[in-house]
């Protein structure tokens, strides 16, 4: 099981979500300044960034995988 998940994970590169996680979280930090934190919004934040970016690096791989096969660099 817990390979599975490895492989998963190294699938997605779940590290480029945690480089990218600054970003959504600066950006956070701009809309607060307008509206009031909410431990919600932050909730979301990290959710939709593991969620989201992970099913579209996922969905990626899954469509672009006849391309990457013909590809010796990604074969």
């Given amino acids: 099981m817990l390979k599975r998940v490895r492989a998963l994970l ?3 590169r779940f590290s480029h979500t945690l480089f990218a996680l600054p970003f ?7 809309a607060w300044q ?21 099913a579209a690096m996922a969905f990626n791989r899954l469509a672009d995988r006849h391309y990457d096969a013909l590809n010796p660099r990604t074969a």
Avoid at 34 to 54: H, K, N, Q, Y
């Fill in 10 to 12: 190294e699938m997605i």
């Fill in 24 to 30: 959504a979280l600066l950006s956070a930090l701009l």
């Fill in 34 to 54: 307008e509206t009031p934190f909410r431990w919600l919004d932050l909730a979301g934040i990290f959710l939709c960034m593991v969620f989201a970016r992970s």
